[in-house]
């Protein structure tokens, strides 16, 4: 089980590595690809507000990266959750004010991997 949690708190961490990229240094180009929704000409309008969204996803994946190098179990359980849960909570507002398949590609996994913390 604790090999399965650290692989999806790895898969957690890389998302967020990507979400980082897409919004910090492809907002312009592959934002537009993602969110059809979103007005075209607002893209280069909110090149800084998505790369500072970036910067925040960044510090999301480096605490998850950094529950890879706690060795106390206690703390490590704790800091685990808790980044997850800041994931988790990101993606339910994400879905609710965004775009639907943000709970899927980014709070499901986290919850799931806080649930399998929990019973572990």
Do not use: D
Not at 48 to 69: C, K, P, R, S, V
């Amino acid at each position: 089980m604790v090999i399965i949690i650290k692989v999806l708190i790895g898969l957690v961490a890389l998302i967020h590595c990507y979400i980082l990229w897409f919004e910090m240094f492809a907002w312009e180009s592959r934002g537009k690809k993602v969110f059809k929704n979103f007005p075209k000409e607002l893209f280069g309008q909110t090149k800084e507000m998505a790369a500072n969204q970036g910067l925040y996803n960044g510090f999301l994946a480096a605490g998850l990266i950094w529950t890879f190098f706690i060795e106390n179990a206690e703390w490590n359980k704790n800091i685990s959750i808790f980044f997850l849960a800041c994931v988790s909570i990101a993606g339910i507002y994400g879905a609710l004010t965004a775009e639907k398949k943000i709970f899927f590609v980014q709070a499901l996994p986290a919850i799931i991997t806080i649930i399998l913390i929990l019973l572990n």
